[in-house]
């Protein structure tokens, strides 16, 4: 066959590594006008345009990221997860949400691991599927953390769908929100009666968790429907809070504080997370330690250090206003929140009424090239916004801002609700280099 890698980031180096295989034609193909770290004789078609001249091949792998409305080709337009899923011998728990599916799919993998579970933990975590895939057997267990670029065009569901709480987020790249949905609902869209799904309790998770074939009949349909149930509540049978501990069915699992992670948040992920794991372990004891086994993801208010009193945490994997809020939401202590970068669309509104309402944000320091204008519209909806909050133009200026602003006992939070483009090359390089700028104080 002829095959075209379409997109070559790390997923691409994997894709190309799987196909490049006797009897293939396997051609990189990316908009980029060079590339690093390209396979000794690896044929190549780069520059502005490339993924509109793909008639020719007989299939067209596209990378997670790569709208596949920027693909034209006369060929099978396929992708990893969509081989990943064809070929994966063991069981896949599939997560998907807007914020929060890194964190549950390490939490269901911890949890797994502590029963004894041979777990295999991918995808948009930053393990390429494809590469981990001759590894599985039959008996293990996979945990894929799903995006919705990964989502968008799947022909075949995980074994458990968990859909955690979805809000507008990636509006630069999707259509529209509906087009955003609608690839999240893919995750639940061709599950049989053999899978389920474990959804959030808000209206667009249980439309995803809805979407499914077309039935010839009301029995099927409701057959199919009772193979999803809602984390989160008491009245599903999965997993939810109640006195400060975690339960399921009126059966005490273990205390909220076995839990390592700051933030309501972060309780509601452990909720989606046991529930999933429960499938395949009934053991309360194992389900604690593994929440004990699991400090955290970088830059998921990570704990950086404590200086002269006050606290500092890095959150920049935040990069929508909901997971602002939820870090705002995480401390009682007075706050010092950082916040900005570039806009993806977002809706501002729930971050502009939950800073208004929230007493103990201290002072707001906004960067990148959304500044002014997120500036003007958190004013415009009463926030108070200091006079210098918009100066700081580096990672060190920022720093210096803050550490200026705060006294004893507060909390100084890295948490933009914004992609990190502008400034830093990803949000890792921004929670880096926050790092860095902190502990050298």
């Known amino acids: ?69 920027k693909i034209q080709t ?11 899923l064809a070929k994966c011998p063991a069981p896949v728990i599939g997560v998907t949400g807007t914020k929060g599916k890194g964190t549950t799919c390490s939490l269901i993998a911890s949890i797994l691991r502590a029963a004894g579970k041979t777990v295999h ?30 989502l968008w ?6 074994h458990v769908a968990v859909v955690l709480m979805v809000e507008p987020d990636h509006l630069n790249v999707h259509k529209d929100f509906d087009d955003y949905v609608d690839a999240k609902a893919n995750i639940r869209r061709h599950q049989t009666v053999e899978d389920y799904c474990i959804y959030h309790p808000s209206d667009v998770s249980r439309s995803i968790a809805m979407s499914g074939p077309q039935f010839t009949d009301d029995v099927s349909r409701q057959t199919w429907e009772a193979c999803a149930a809602r984390f989160g509540i008491e009245d599903d049978g999965q997993v939810y809070v109640k006195d400060g501990a975690f339960y399921a069915r009126d059966q005490r699992i273990c205390g909220v504080e076995s ?14 997370a046991i529930s999933a794991a429960l499938h395949f372990t009934q053991d309360y004891s194992l389900i604690e330690q593994g929440l004990m086994n699991f400090e955290g993801l970088p830059h998921r208010l990570e704990f950086v250090r404590e200086l002269d009193g006050v606290k500092y945490y890095n959150d920049s994997f935040s990069s929508a206003p909901s997971a602002t ?6 401390f009682d202590r007075p706050e010092i929140l950082i916040l900005g970068g570039i806009d993806k669309g977002a809706d501002f509104s ?10 103990n944000v201290k002072q707001l320091i906004i960067i990148g090239e959304i500044q002014q204008k997120l500036a003007d519209f958190l004013a415009g909806h009463g926030v108070s916004i ?56």
């Not at 809020?325 to 995480?330: C, E, L, W």
């Open 1 to 69: 066959m002829k095959i075209a890698i379409a997109g070559y980031g790390a997923e691409g180096k994997a894709n190309y590594d799987y196909w490049n295989t006797s009897g293939n034609t396997v051609i990189i193909v990316d908009e980029r006008a060079s590339l690093d770290n390209l396979p000794e004789g690896a044929e190549t078609v780069l520059g502005e345009g490339a993924f509109a001249k793909l008639n020719g091949f007989d299939m067209v792998i596209r990378t997670a990221g790569l709208s596949h409305y």
């Open 74 to 84: 006369d060929g099978k337009v396929w992708s990893a997860t969509n081989e990943f």
């Open 121 to 150: 933990l991918v995808g948009n975590i930053g393990v390429p599927a494809l590469g981990e895939l001759p590894k599985i057997t039959p008996d293990d267990i996979v945990v894929y953390e799903m995006s919705s670029f990964q």
């Open 153 to 158: 065009d799947l022909e075949k569901s995980p």
């Open 259 to 272: 839990l390592q992670l700051l933030g309501v948040h972060n309780r509601e992920n452990a909720c989606a």
């Open 325 to 330: 809020v939820a870090a705002i939401r995480a």
């Open 350 to 359: 729930h971050l502009a009424d939950t800073l208004s309402a929230a007493s």
């Open 386 to 441: 200091p006079a210098d909050a918009t100066d700081a133009r580096t990672m060190q200026e920022i720093v210096t801002l803050a550490r200026g602003r705060a006294s004893v006992g507060d909390v100084v939070i890295l948490s933009p609700g914004c992609a990190s483009f502008d400034m830093f090359k990803d949000f890792e390089d921004r929670g880096t280099k926050f790092r860095e700028v902190v502990q050298a104080l």
